[in-house]
C-alpha cells in the first residue's frame, strides 16, 4: 500500500486514491461553481492526465481517474493555475442552489462558514477521518434531505425565527434527531459532536456516540419543537417528521448502517452510495431530482446529470462551451451526479444540445433509476461492463423503470455503487453476470447469464411485468408477487 492506496480515504486533490484504472482525485470547488472556462479548462486537464472520464458523484463531487502520481501532481498545478480554490478539512456542506433559491428557509451559507470557523479554532480537522462530514440544508427546491451525514442541520420556519433541526448519523430520514435550536447553538451542538468524534479516533463518526454523549449534545436544546411552523414551500415534509417526537433524543434508535448506507433499503434509489464506483456517502431520492429548471424568481436554473455520474470530458467541454456562449455565468455541482447551470438566457438550447450529447435532462430518464459502478474495464476488479449493459436496458426495457423500481449493476460483488439492497442487482462474478433479487451485490446470486447478454435476461423480466402486471400495481409490488424463483427462471431463459 503506498501514500496513495488508503481504502475508504477521501480521495483529495491532494491524496489521490489507488483505483482499479490507477489514481483518483476527488474536488470540490470552495465556492460551489465553477466559471464555464474553469470547468473547460479543468477536462482539458483531466484529458491529457487522466483517463479523459469525467465524473460527478452521488454528493456532487468531481472526480477525474486513472491519473499517476506524477501526472496527479501535474493536474493538482494546473488546477492552481486555473484558479479553482477546492475545499479542504471537514465537508460542511450546503444545498447547490443555496442562498439563491426564492424558496429556502434561509440561506445556510452564513452557518456553514461559522462551523468550519470553529472546526478550525478547534483544530478538529486533523482527528476526524476523512468521511466526517456535516449538511446545512436551507431548503428549497433541492435540499439536502438525501445526503447522509455525520451531523445534519435544517431550517425550519419557527414562532422565533428560523431555527435549525440538528440531527446526526444518517440522511434525512434515519438521522436521529437531537434538538432543534437557535444558530448559535446549532453551530456549538456541531462543534461538541465533532470533538467527541475526534476523541473516539479517525475511524469513528457519530452513530458512534454513547446514549449519554448524544443527551448531552440534545440538552442544548434551546427552542421547543412545537413552536415549528409548518413549511409550506414545495419541498415540505421534513418538518412534520422532524417535529413529530418532541425529544427524539429519547426515542430514536440510532442508525448502525455505515455512512453512505440507508437503513431503509425499499426505498433506496439509484442515487445511493458513489454511483462513480468509490464510497463517498450515501444518497437517497425522495425529493425533486437535480434534473430540469428551477426558478430563480427573475432567472431560471438548469439542472443536468451525467448518466451513472460519468461522462466523456470532452461532451462536458462541448456542453461548457454550448452553456458559455447561452450567458451561463456558474456552473454548481449538484448531490444526485449533477450539474446546475445558472444565468443562462436559452435553457431549452441547453438542454436540447446536452440530450443531443447523452447527458440526462428529463428526470424520468430510466438511467436516473440505474446505479452502476465503472465495472470492467475502467476497474481492476469489474467481471461485467456495467455501464454499457445498463445503457442497453435503459433502452430496450425503460419501461421496467416506474418510481417503485431500482436496479443496481455491479461489476463485482463489493457493490460499491449501491451497498445497500435494491429490486433487482447484476453482479459479476467468474460465472457472469449473477442476478440477485430483492438483495445486494453481496448476496449469493439466484441465477446467471453471460455479462454481454445480461441486458436480454431483464428484457425478459420486462416482458413479465408488462404482461402480469394488475391495473395500478407498481412494478416492484408486481415483481415482488411473481416471487424471487420465477424472476431467476425469467432472467435465465429469455
Ligand atoms: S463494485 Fe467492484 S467493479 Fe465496481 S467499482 Fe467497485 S470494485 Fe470496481
Not at 151 to 158: D, E, G, Y
Request: net charge neutral; charged share 20%.
Amino acid at each position: 500500500m503506498n501514500a496513495f492506496s488508503r481504502r475508504g480515504a477521501c480521495p483529495a486533490l491532494s491524496a489521490p486514491m489507488q483505483t482499479g484504472d490507477g489514481l483518483l482525485v476527488r474536488l470540490n470547488p470552495v465556492a460551489g461553481g465553477l466559471a464555464p472556462k474553469s470547468l473547460i479548462g479543468l477536462c482539458e486537464s483531466a484529458l491529457r492526465h487522466g483517463n479523459g472520464i469525467m465524473e460527478v458523484t452521488a454528493r456532487g463531487s468531481l472526480q477525474i481517474r486513472g491519473l499517476t502520481a506524477e501526472s496527479a501532481r501535474l493536474l493538482a498545478a494546473e488546477v492552481d493555475v486555473l484558479g479553482i480554490a477546492v475545499r479542504s478539512g471537514v465537508p460542511v456542506e450546503t444545498g447547490p442552489l443555496a442562498g439563491i433559491d426564492p424558496q429556502e428557509v434561509a440561506d445556510p451559507r452564513p452557518l456553514a462558514d461559522r462551523i468550519r470557523d470553529a472546526i478550525d479554532d478547534a483544530g478538529l480537522t486533523p482527528r476526524l477521518g476523512p468521511k466526517v462530514s456535516v449538511v446545512v440544508d436551507g431548503g428549497g427546491q433541492l435540499g439536502m434531505d438525501a445526503v447522509t451525514a455525520d451531523v445534519r442541520l435544517k431550517a425550519v420556519r419557527a414562532i422565533a425565527g428560523v431555527q435549525w433541526s440538528v440531527s446526526v448519523a444518517g440522511d434525512a430520514r434515519s438521522a436521529r434527531q437531537l434538538a432543534t435550536v437557535d444558530l448559535d447553538t446549532a453551530r456549538d451542538i456541531v462543534a461538541a459532536a465533532l470533538r467527541m468524534v475526534a476523541e473516539k479516533g479517525r475511524d469513528a463518526h457519530t452513530r458512534d456516540l454513547s446514549e449519554y454523549q448524544l443527551a448531552s449534545l440534545a440538552g442544548r436544546h434551546s427552542f421547543a419543537p412545537p413552536s415549528v411552523l409548518p413549511d409550506i414551500s414545495p419541498t415540505r415534509g421534513e418538518i412534520s417528521s422532524f417535529a413529530a417526537g418532541s425529544h427524539p433524543a429519547a426515542s430514536l434508535p440510532i442508525p448502525t448502517s455505515e455512512i453512505g448506507e440507508t437503513l431503509r433499503d425499499s426505498a433506496i434509489s439509484p442515487l445511493v452510495g458513489e454511483m462513480s464506483g468509490r464510497t463517498e456517502g450515501g444518497a437517497v431520492e425522495r425529493h425533486r431530482l437535480p434534473i430540469g429548471l428551477f426558478d430563480l424568481t427573475s432567472t431560471l436554473a438548469l439542472g443536468i446529470a451525467l448518466p451513472f455520474g460519468s461522462m466523456p470530458a470532452r461532451n462536458l467541454i462541448e456542453l461548457a462551451t454550448q452553456a458559455a456562449n447561452l450567458g451561463t455565468t456558474e456552473i454548481r455541482l449538484a448531490p444526485g451526479r449533477a450539474l446546475i447551470f445558472l444565468g443562462l438566457s436559452a435553457p431549452s438550447s441547453l438542454q436540447a444540445a446536452a440530450t443531443a450529447v447523452g447527458f440526462v435532462t428529463d428526470a424520468a430518464d430510466p438511467r436516473t433509476r440505474i446505479a452502476a459502478c465503472p465495472g470492467m474495464p475502467a476497474c481492476a476488479s469489474g467481471r461485467i461492463a456495467t455501464r454499457s449493459i445498463a445503457e442497453t436496458i435503459a433502452k430496450q426495457s425503460a419501461d421496467l423503470f416506474d418510481a417503485s423500481l431500482t436496479l443496481h449493476i455491479s461489476g463485482c460483488a463489493k457493490g460499491c455503487a449501491h451497498p445497500g439492497t435494491a429490486a433487482l442487482t447484476l453482479a459479476g462474478d467468474e460465472n457472469g453476470a449473477g442476478l440477485v433479487v430483492d438483495g445486494t451485490a453481496k448476496a449469493l446470486p439466484a441465477g446467471y447469464r453471460p455479462g454481454y447478454d445480461a441486458a436480454r435476461g431483464v428484457a425478459g423480466i420486462a416482458a413479465a411485468i408488462r404482461r402480469e402486471r394488475h391495473p395500478g400495481e407498481t412494478a416492484a409490488a408486481c415483481l415482488a408477487r411473481l416471487g424471487a424463483t420465477d424472476i431467476a427462471e425469467l432472467y435465465r431463459r429469455n
